[in-house]
């Protein structure tokens, strides 16, 4: 069971910045895909972005142009940088890894406000 770790959520305001980071732990294998979802109040957990080992990622629409998901195979860690912060960004933010199954960090707030 791959177990993962997110830290670098935060407030921040309106075009500002921050930098979400996740390590798994747990395999000595190689995670095919890892990336970030997330979940606000009231709504449903969206898909954020994704990377597979292999380089290749993907944005949802409402984040493509601000946001930017990097991966470390060696090390098995993946980060979202999130660039152009907007209150509709307001959300938990997960990250998760699939190998074999989906495993599920648990979450890190991520407040954008004036």
């Known amino acids: 069971q791959v177990q993962l770790v997110e830290s670098g959520g935060g407030l921040v305001q309106p075009g500002g910045s921050l930098r979400l980071s996740c390590a798994a732990s747990?395999?000595?294998?190689?995670?095919?895909?890892m990336g970030w979802y997330r979940q606000a109040p009231g709504k449903a957990r969206e898909l954020v972005a994704y990377?597979?080992?292999?380089?290749?990622?993907d944005y949802a629409d409402a984040v493509k142009g601000r946001f930017t998901i990097s991966r470390d195979n060696a090390v098995n860690t993946v980060s979202l940088q999130m660039n152009n912060l907007k209150p509709e960004d307001t959300a938990v933010y997960f990250c998760?890894?699939?190998?074999?199954?989906?495993?599920w960090g648990q979450g890190t707030q991520v407040t954008v406000s004036s």
């Open positions: 998760y890894a699939f190998q074999s199954r989906v495993s």
């Open positions: 747990g395999t000595r294998l190689s995670i095919s895909t």
């Open positions: 990377a597979f080992s292999g380089g290749r990622t």
